[in-house]
Structure formats: structure tokens, C-alpha cells
């Protein structure tokens, strides 16, 4: 379309601006006018702690913003990455699910000892009034759970499963000809 092109050589905003002048005009357009989306994706670092063909499992707390967006909209994108001398990266977009309790709790018992307390002293996501606070909610969860080897999962604590549809990845090479290869999951068979 020849819009298209025009497009390509202008700003977007301004693109924006004279989507917006044409619908107040209710001039004919081949486009449709998306409002943007209110919500701006969040975007957070996360240790992977496993991947295998089932898919890429990463641990949090299941009131954090993160996760409560997530359970909403579960479409998610992951990048790992190496810098120099392997200077790679891999590209994973997917559908998050959540972990079976089983390994969320085998997770949780790994952790060092100090950390488990940890995931009950920190209402996730919410405002709190300082360190002291945090320290002091850290401090009552030791005393909740003296025993540092029966310290139970908090049941909002676990993981999550990023069953792939596509991964991209991309090899660092000289002159800045890098490599990309893209693989998409197959449809099943009906
Ligand atoms: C190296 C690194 C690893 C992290 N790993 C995790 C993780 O595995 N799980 C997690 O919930 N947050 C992890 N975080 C913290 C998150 O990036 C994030 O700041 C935090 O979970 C709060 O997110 P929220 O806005 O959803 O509450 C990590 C941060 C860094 C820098």
C-alpha cells in the first residue's frame, strides 16, 4: 500500500498525529485506528533455572506485578544473553504456565537458608516503609520458622513454565555479519 511506505519515512508520532486528524475528519481510510495499549509491558531479569524440552522454568512470587500480569495476558518473551567472547543471544516467546507445586517446593528447599524467610517477609510488589520494615518482617519469619530446614513454601511463592512457540538465535560474528535462525513450533497434526 502506498501508505505503507509513507510510513516507513516519518516519524510514528507523527504518524499518529495524522491518524488521529483523518478519524476526527471521518475521512474514508484503509487503516483502523488502535488506541494504544494502556499497559506498558514490564520487563524483568529473571534467573532461569531450568530449561529442557519441556520448557524454561523461572521462580517468583505470585503477587508480584510480573506475575499478576502475567497470568493475564501469559503470552511472554525471554532473551538470554552472553556477552564476549561467546557474544550470543536466544530469542524465546511462549505461553507461561504455571509450576507444579512439587517442583516449586523442590526449588524452594534448595535455596540457601537465609532466602527462605525471605520469600515470606517481602510482601512482593507492595510499598513498604524502609529497610527497617523489611528487616524487622524478615526477623519475625525466623522466629515463625525456627527451623531453617522446615521453612514451608509460602503457597503465592513458585514458579513458572515458558512452553516455547519460537526461539531465535543469534551468533555474534566478525565484520557484524551475524548469524540469526529462527525456529517456530509446528502445528500438531489434526
Ligand atoms: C540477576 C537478577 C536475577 C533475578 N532473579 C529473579 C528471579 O529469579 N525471580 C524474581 O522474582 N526476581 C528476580 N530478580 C528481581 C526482578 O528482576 C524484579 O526486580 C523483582 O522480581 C520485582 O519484580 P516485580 O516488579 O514484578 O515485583 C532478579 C534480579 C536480578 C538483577
Not at 506485578?65 to 530469542?91: C, D, F, S, Y
Not at 505461553?95 to 525471605?118: H, I, Q, T, V
Not at 551468533?171 to 555479519?177: A, H, P, S, V
Request: hydrophobic share 30%; with cysteine.
Amino acid at each position: 500500500m502506498p501508505q505503507t511506505s509513507a510510513m516507513t519515512r516519518s516519524r510514528p508520532s507523527r504518524h499518529g498525529c495524522s491518524w488521529r486528524e483523518r478519524r476526527a475528519t471521518r475521512q474514508p481510510t484503509p487503516w483502523r485506528w488502535r488506541p494504544r495499549s494502556p499497559q506498558v509491558p514490564p520487563v524483568r531479569i529473571v534467573l532461569l533455572r531450568t530449561a529442557d524440552r519441556e520448557g524454561l522454568v523461572f521462580h517468583t512470587h505470585r503477587l508480584s506485578r510480573k506475575a499478576v500480569e502475567m497470568e493475564a495476558h501469559p503470552e511472554v518473551a525471554l532473551l538470554l544473553h552472553w556477552n564476549r567472547p561467546i557474544h550470543r543471544q536466544v530469542g524465546v516467546e511462549g505461553r507461561a504456565e504455571r509450576l507444579e507445586d512439587e517442583l516449586s517446593d523442590a526449588y524452594f528447599f534448595e535455596r540457601p537458608a537465609g532466602g527462605r524467610p525471605s520469600a515470606w517477609a517481602s510482601p512482593q510488589s507492595q510499598v513498604v516503609s524502609g529497610r527497617d520494615e523489611l528487616e524487622r518482617r524478615w526477623q519475625e519469619a525466623r522466629c515463625r520458622f525456627p527451623d531453617d530446614g522446615a521453612i514451608p513454601r509460602p503457597a503465592e511463592w513458585g514458579g513458572y513454565r515458558v512452553v516455547p512457540e519460537c526461539f531465535e538465535f543469534w551468533q555474534g560474528r566478525e565484520d557484524r555479519l551475524y548469524d540469526r535462525i529462527r525456529f517456530r513450533r509446528a502445528a500438531t497434526p489434526g
